[in-house]
């Protein structure tokens, strides 16, 4: 069997690793010209950790990002709505990592270097068309330099190729653009002083502008100091309308748009927001998009995965945990020895559904309803937080998130789970 995985993002990488750790051969192709280490913080939870963990690569991520001790939200003025303890420090078996996306991106582009081999990674090659035949599958590329074609042929195609699919384009045509929800993202890093554990996460706010802010680096050389994640959410339109710039992660955010939304918004004793951002150089904006969920992602011998798939608003810290999940499931599936199409049926009904909801559930703001709910109750503060909102409720959306998205303890630490 060979696999052909258009996309060498975080789960087009992690699903050749996936692969190769079942014994199943595997080219990636990606667009770019180079596999670049782009992007601000991420999290990954405990259930995609465990994953990555078991295709040996826990000590590197250890080497380059944080394990998340807890997260904290509150109102737009610092006051505490629900506290929660993170990944081993919360008993997972795995811990969940705060980290930067590029260098989680190359952590796996390393391992799949050194473990495939570089003559199996392909930059700048542009997917313009693929056939299947019934028994191969045949994908041509257009080479950037040269822009000559070349053509593979493999046993499976597997789209990882992002919010903008080419393959899932071929399935889809008439789908058009992201949808858009009127919500502006704004992200940087910046050298800056620890605050609470170190390991510490914060979201506050609510519906109208969020603020998150994280570590996501200790530089050993450099103590005292560590490198903060923050990113900030806001609504600047009704979602009527197309989003008003290109959703990728490469376009520079405008300073005096964003500050509109946090300047005077936020008093927090914890971090200074309007000092964390005017100390980072260059952030960038995306506007939050995602598609509706489809009925199908496998058709033949070709199939979804990651952002192709089910792209979701980045809310609960799911994008890429999910498409790391994806990765691991669909390897097992095609090592099983069956038919690449049951395979891919089997991949598709375990994944579809509950990725479905997730997509879904991002839109109502996932676990962060929490704030969303006490600023809806309570826009000026609170005295008591038990006369705005009972902890019963805040549980029932924190932890049926965490079921729903299957990294409650119980899901995790299973053996097998």
Same mark, same amino acid.
């Not at 014994?23 to 782009?38: A, D, K, P």
């Given at each position: 069997?060979?696999?052909?995985?258009?996309?060498?993002?975080?789960?087009?990488?992690?699903?050749?690793?996936?692969?190769?750790?079942?014994?199943?051969?595997?080219?990636?192709?990606?667009?770019?010209?180079?596999?670049?280490?782009?992007?601000?913080?991420?999290?990954?939870?405990?259930?995609?950790?465990?994953?990555?963990?078991?295709?040996?690569?826990?000590?590197?991520?250890?080497?380059?990002?944080?394990?998340?001790?807890?997260?904290?939200?509150?109102?737009?003025?610092?006051?505490?709505?629900?506290?929660?303890?993170?990944?081993?420090?919360?008993?997972?078996?795995?811990?969940?990592?705060?980290?930067?996306?590029?260098?989680?991106? %190359?952590?796996?582009? +390393?391992? @799949?270097?050194?473990? $495939?081999?570089? &003559?199996?990674?392909? !930059? *700048?090659?542009? =997917?313009?068309?693929?056939?299947?035949?019934?028994?191969?599958?045949?994908?041509?590329?257009?080479?950037?330099?040269?822009?000559?074609?070349?053509?593979?042929?493999?046993?499976?195609?597997?789209?990882?190729?992002?919010?903008?699919?080419?393959?899932?384009?071929?399935?889809?045509?008439?789908?058009?653009?992201?949808?858009?929800?009127?919500?502006?993202?704004?992200?940087?890093?910046?050298?800056?002083?620890?605050?609470?554990?170190?390991?510490?996460?914060?979201?506050?706010? %609510?519906?109208?502008? +969020?603020? @998150?802010?994280?570590? $996501?680096?200790? &530089?050993?050389?450099? !103590? *005292?100091?560590? =490198?903060?994640?923050?990113?900030?959410?806001?609504?600047?339109?009704?979602?009527?309308?197309?989003?008003?710039?290109?959703?990728?992660?490469?376009?520079?955010?405008?300073?005096?748009?964003?500050?509109?939304?946090?300047?005077?918004?936020?008093?927090?004793?914890?971090?200074?927001?309007?000092?964390?951002?005017?100390?980072?150089?260059?952030?960038?904006?995306?506007?939050?998009?995602?598609?509706?969920?489809?009925?199908?992602?496998?058709?033949?011998?070709?199939?979804?995965? %990651?952002?192709?798939?089910?792209?979701?608003?980045?809310?609960?810290?799911?994008?890429?945990?999910?498409?790391?999940?994806?990765?691991?499931?669909?390897?097992?599936?095609?090592?099983?020895?069956?038919?690449?199409?049951?395979?891919?049926?089997?991949?598709?009904?375990?994944?579809?559904?509950?990725?479905?909801?997730?997509?879904?559930?991002?839109?109502?703001?996932?676990?962060?309803?929490?704030?969303?709910?006490?600023?809806?109750?309570?826009?000026?503060?609170?005295?008591?937080?038990?006369?705005?909102?009972?902890?019963?409720?805040?549980?029932?959306?924190?932890?049926?998130?965490?079921?729903?998205?299957?990294?409650?303890?119980?899901?995790?630490?299973?053996?097998?789970?």
């Amino acid at each position: 069997m060979k696999a052909i995985v258009v996309g060498g993002g975080i789960g087009g990488l992690a699903t050749a690793l996936s692969l190769h750790a079942q014994g199943i051969e595997v080219e990636v192709f990606e667009q770019s010209r180079t596999i670049r280490e782009l992007g601000v913080g991420i999290n990954t939870l405990p259930h995609a950790i465990k994953e990555l963990a078991a295709l040996g690569l826990l000590d590197e991520l250890d080497r380059i990002g944080i394990r998340t001790h807890e997260l904290i939200y509150t109102n737009r003025f610092g006051q505490e709505i629900w506290r929660d303890l993170r990944g081993t420090d919360a008993g997972y078996e795995f811990p969940q990592f705060s980290i930067h996306r590029g260098k989680l991106q %190359g952590v796996l582009h +390393k391992a @799949v270097l050194e473990r $495939i081999g570089g &003559d199996k990674v392909h !930059p *700048g090659h542009q =997917l313009v068309r693929f056939e299947d035949t019934g028994g191969r599958v045949t994908a041509t590329f257009e080479r950037r330099e040269g822009h000559d074609d070349v053509t593979v042929t493999g046993s499976v195609l597997i789209g990882a190729d992002g919010i903008h699919s080419t393959v899932r384009k071929a399935f889809y045509p008439d789908e058009g653009a992201p949808s858009w929800n009127g919500l502006m993202l704004w992200r940087g890093a910046v050298e800056g002083k620890p605050f609470l554990t170190g390991r510490s996460m914060i979201i506050a706010g %609510g519906m109208s502008a +969020k603020f @998150v802010c994280y570590p $996501i680096y200790n &530089d050993p050389d450099t !103590p *005292g100091s560590t =490198l903060l994640n923050w990113a900030v959410v806001a609504r600047i339109g009704d979602g009527s309308t197309p989003p008003p710039r290109r959703e990728d992660w490469s376009r520079l955010g405008d300073r005096a748009e964003l500050m509109n939304h946090v300047d005077g918004v936020f008093t927090l004793d914890v971090v200074d927001p309007v000092a964390i951002i005017n100390s980072t150089v260059d952030f960038y904006e995306y506007p939050m998009c995602d598609r509706d969920p489809v009925d199908r992602w496998s058709f033949g011998r070709v199939t979804l995965l %990651g952002d192709a798939a089910h792209p979701m608003y980045p809310v609960g810290s799911n994008g890429a945990s999910q498409a790391i999940l994806d990765a691991r499931c669909l390897a097992g599936l095609l090592a099983g020895g069956g038919a690449v199409e049951d395979a891919l049926k089997a991949y598709e009904a375990q994944r579809l559904p509950m990725t479905a909801e997730i997509v879904r559930t991002n839109r109502k703001g996932g676990p962060e309803q929490v704030i969303d709910l006490v600023e809806e109750r309570a826009p000026d503060g609170f005295g008591k937080l038990e006369d705005v909102a009972t902890r019963e409720e805040l549980e029932a959306m924190v932890r049926g998130y965490a079921s729903l998205a299957r990294f409650s303890q119980s899901d995790v630490n299973k053996p097998g789970g």
